[in-house]
Every structure is written in C-alpha cells, then in structure tokens.
C-alpha cells in the first residue's frame, strides 16, 4: 500500500527558505505514469495547491508561488522535494504531500501524507 | 486560471438530515471535478471523483453531480462522523489543480 510521509524543519526564519521532504514508500515512485504534488493549509484556512512534478522531473506551480518555488524529485531516494523561497510568516501552514492517481483523463489524489506543520517565525 | 467557489461556506444540521453543498467553477470543467472530506488535524480524504464516482470504501450515502460548471455534493442522511470541512477540486487543467474554499458542517 502506497504510502507518503512528510519530513524537514518545522521552524524556518523570514525570508529564508523552507525545505520539505515527501517519501514514498510501498511503491516506486519511477515505476509509472504519476504526478506528485505539494498542498498546503495555512491555520484555520482551505487548502492551497502548491505545485506538481511528472516522475519524469516535468514541473507545474501555482502561478502565486511559481516564483519562490522549486520541486524536485529523487528517484535513487523515491523522494520529491520542495523548496520555498523568502518566507514570511503567511507561508506558516501545514504541508500535505500527495499523488493524483488517474482513470482516463480523470485525475484525483487519492494518496496524501500526514502533513507537517511548518512556521515561519524568527 | 479556473476558480472554484462553494456555498454555504458552513452549514448547522442534525444526524439523518439531508445536506447538499454546491462548488462552482468559473470555467466549465466537464466532469472533472473532485471531491474531499477533511477532519480537524487530519489529510483530507477523497470522496467522490470526476463528479460522480464514489472512492472505494467510501458510504454511499455519499453522492455526486453535475458537469461543466455546476456541481452538488450531497450527504443523502449526515451520520455523527460526517461532520467536517468538505472541498471541492477541479482537475480539468490537471497537472494545475484548485481547491474551493471549503464548507464546514458542524452538528446543529
């Protein structure tokens, strides 16, 4: 069974960077045709779609972040990554991981991590 | 982009009731439109996929409906474990997704 855990500081000063690790475990995450992806919930808020990433490194990010924010994946480790640059305390939330599974052109993310909480204070 | 809104942004109401909340998108979407449960400190949990098509595992007093930029998400009689924040999210201009802003139910 497919699983993605979160890990990486919990605490992150403004306007450094955040640092996020997502590992997928039960699976490949080269071994098919996925997507992965970041989400995020500020405090008391709705979700936020951060970005994506093909298995195959194609990248697609919210056009809000898409200037402070880097995903990457790893295969060797079956890990993706993000990276946000020049927080602020509005980047205070929790991150969820995720992958979209897909039936014909029908995507929808079926498999999310725990979340982790990361705020951005000095 | 496509936005997604979603009324009520909450909801009062009472074990067995019937309880429907409607998302809107600003685009039509076909039926590419999913939908969420999310419980305090919990991931949100997949309900309902393009539109209509109930998760595994997932109580069929669960439904979806609608296509292109109108959709309803309906609980046919809320159970005490139904009460939560519940998202929609379209997925037409997948890998690009949108979350709606969330409706909360809370017991009346």
């Known amino acids: 069974q497919l699983q993605l855990q979160e890990s990486g500081p919990g605490l992150v000063k403004p306007s450094e960077t955040l640092s996020l690790t997502c590992t997928v475990s039960?699976?490949?995450?080269?071994?098919?045709?996925?997507?992965w992806g970041w989400i995020r919930q500020p405090p008391g808020k709705g979700l936020e779609w951060i970005g994506s990433?093909?298995?195959?490194?194609?990248?697609y990010y919210n056009p809000s972040l898409k200037s402070r924010v880097t995903i990457s994946v790893d295969t060797s480790k079956n890990q993706f990554s993000l990276k946000l640059s020049s927080v602020t305390a509005a980047d205070t939330a929790v991150y969820y991981c995720?992958?979209?599974?897909?039936?014909?052109?029908?995507?929808?993310?079926?498999?999310w991590g725990k979340g982790t909480t990361v705020t951005v204070s000095s | 982009d496509i936005q997604m809104t979603q009324s009520p942004s909450s909801l009062s109401a009472s074990v067995g009731d019937r309880v429907t909340i409607t998302c809107r998108a600003s685009?039509?979407?076909?039926?590419?439109l999913n939908w969420y449960q999310q419980k305090p400190g919990k991931a949100p949990k997949l309900l309902i996929y393009?539109?209509?098509s109930l998760q595994s595992g997932v109580p069929s007093r669960f439904s979806g409906s609608g296509s292109g930029t109108d959709f309803t998400l309906t609980i046919s009689s809320l159970q005490p474990e139904d009460f939560a924040t519940y998202y929609c999210?379209?997925?037409?201009?997948?890998?690009?997704?949108?979350f709606g802003p969330g409706t909360k139910v809370d017991i009346k």
């Open positions: 995720a992958r979209p599974a897909w039936l014909g052109d029908y995507y929808y993310m079926d498999v």
């Open positions: 039960g699976g490949s995450i080269s071994s098919s045709s996925y997507y």
């Open positions: 990433i093909y298995y195959s490194g194609s990248t």
């Open positions: 685009q039509s979407i076909s039926s590419y």
């Open positions: 393009a539109a209509s």
């Open positions: 999210q379209q997925s037409y201009s997948t890998p690009v997704f949108t």
